[in-house]
């Protein structure tokens, strides 16, 4: 079936520094994938998304590249802010077996400390 | 302005009571879900349903039951049989294949 794993957090940034999340995942066929964000006591909000190889979605200083050769679809940001505190998940949507669900990974917990 | 609606934001229960979580959204989607998150871990999908009438199991629906008569619509009911029913239950709903969901605000349920 398909999977999505995440590195685990949490992750403790300076503000202006460089974020990396990574995220790999399993799955038949060409998935779907995304990026959301969770604030503390919220729903999830769609952070970015790519819908084929190559793709690179983007949205709020945030870039994450569709790498089908290595499975992956790691989150980047130049310079965080206090404000990205928050929770990333990693998620994917495939064509073939699982119906049309998202798949997520756990979760990687954000903070980013003056 | 579209979107989802869960209600009650929190919710508090006796153990052994059933529980109806609401979810409405107007954004015309055909698909809905519900998904269980507990502290520390990633999102469990509980049921789903693609068109009114017909939902399936999500990997964890054990101890719920959903229903499905109208397009905005798709309760979830916690019933006594749920072992470990605290927890923060979201509602998503999306339209087509390789979309991307859109997610209420969650209910945070609490049972004593």
């Known amino acids: 079936g398909n999977s999505v794993t995440q590195m685990e957090g949490p992750v403790t940034l300076s503000e202006e520094a460089f974020l990396t999340i990574n995220c790999t995942y399993t799955?038949?066929?060409?998935?779907?994938l995304f990026w959301y964000v969770q604030y503390p006591g919220e729903g999830l909000q769609l952070l970015l998304k790519?819908?084929?190889?190559?793709d690179k979605g983007s949205n709020k200083g945030f870039e994450a590249t569709y790498r089908k050769e290595t499975t992956s679809f790691h989150l980047e940001k130049g310079s965080v802010q206090v404000s990205d505190s928050a929770v990333y998940f990693c998620?994917?949507?495939?064509?073939?077996?699982?119906?049309?669900?998202?798949?997520f990974g756990t979760g990687t917990q954000l903070k980013v400390e003056l | 302005d579209g979107g989802i609606t869960q209600s009650p934001k929190y919710l508090f229960r006796k153990e052994g009571q059933n529980v109806t979580l609401s979810c409405e959204q107007n954004?015309?989607?055909?698909?809905m879900y519900w998904y269980r998150q507990d502290p520390g871990q990633g999102l469990r999908l509980i049921y789903y349903s693609q068109i009114v009438n017909d939902f399936q199991k999500g990997d964890i629906a054990e101890g719920y039951s959903v229903s499905r008569e109208k397009k905005e619509s798709f309760p979830l009911t916690v019933t006594s049989a749920q072992k470990n029913p605290t927890a923060f239950y979201l509602c998503a709903s999306s339209q087509q294949r390789n979309t991307e969901a859109f997610f209420g605000q969650g209910t945070r349920l609490t049972v004593v």
């Open positions: 799955a038949t066929g060409y998935p779907s």
């Open positions: 790519a819908t084929k190889a190559d």
């Open positions: 998620a994917l949507r495939g064509l073939t077996g699982g119906g049309n669900k998202l798949t």
């Open positions: 954004l015309n989607h055909d698909a």
